[in-house]
């Protein structure tokens, strides 16, 4: 039985630059590395060798919308840390959205690849809405209702 993700391997241009951005704006550490062709990342707090890999295979083309992975939603402990990756994904000119899902309020960016993630925030269980919606996320009103509560362990 599966019981969560252990970790996550991105192919990107150029691993070293994707590393200077997961460390520097959402503060990933580096574990271990293969030269600049791979680095192995932690998040703060993991008991995982590595959460994320980033390995470079160069310029290769995309295609927006293809078959594959969507994004990797990143969780943080509480809405005032989320007030604060939003701050820092805004001075990266990485942020592409915002949104309200009732049971987490999330943050969508783009690394220097264009690979989109999201870093969320869970809303405690007892405040979990019945029905499920998408909304224009009003930061600001969720930090005024739930300052500094952490959910990472609900």
Do not use: C
């Given at each position: 039985?599966?019981?969560?993700?252990?970790?996550?391997?991105?192919?990107?241009?150029?691993?070293?630059?994707?590393?200077?951005?997961?460390?520097?704006?959402?503060?990933?550490?580096?574990?271990?590395?293969?030269?600049?062709?791979?680095?192995?990342?932690?998040?703060?707090?993991?008991?995982?060798?590595?959460?994320?890999?980033?390995?470079?295979?160069?310029?290769?083309?995309?295609?927006?919308?293809?078959?594959?992975?969507?994004?990797?939603?990143?969780?943080?402990?509480?809405?005032?840390?989320?007030?604060e990756m939003r701050a820092k994904l805004l001075a990266a000119g990485s942020l592409v959205g915002e949104?309200?899902?009732?049971?987490?309020?999330?943050?969508?960016?783009?690394?220097?690849?264009?690979?989109?993630?999201?870093?969320?925030?869970?809303?405690?269980?007892?405040?979990?809405?019945?029905?499920?919606?998408?909304?224009?996320?009003?930061?600001?009103?969720?930090?005024?209702?739930?300052?500094?509560?952490?959910?990472?362990?609900?």
């Amino acid at each position: 039985m599966i019981r969560r993700l252990n970790h996550a391997v991105l192919y990107v241009r150029d691993a070293a630059a994707s590393t200077a951005f997961y460390t520097e704006v959402l503060g990933f550490t580096v574990a271990a590395s293969m030269g600049d062709q791979a680095f192995f990342l932690r998040a703060d707090g993991s008991t995982n060798d590595h959460d994320l890999a980033l390995m470079t295979v160069g310029n290769r083309p995309t295609a927006p919308h293809s078959i594959g992975l969507y994004h990797l939603a990143w969780q943080v402990h509480t809405i005032d840390e989320l007030a604060e990756m939003r701050a820092k994904l805004l001075a990266a000119g990485s942020l592409v959205g915002e949104s309200d899902h009732g049971v987490s309020k999330s943050l969508y960016a783009k690394d220097p690849d264009g690979i989109e993630f999201e870093v969320m925030w869970a809303v405690p269980k007892a405040d979990w809405p019945g029905d499920l919606f998408t909304r224009r996320l009003d930061l600001a009103g969720a930090l005024a209702r739930w300052p500094g509560v952490d959910t990472a362990e609900q």
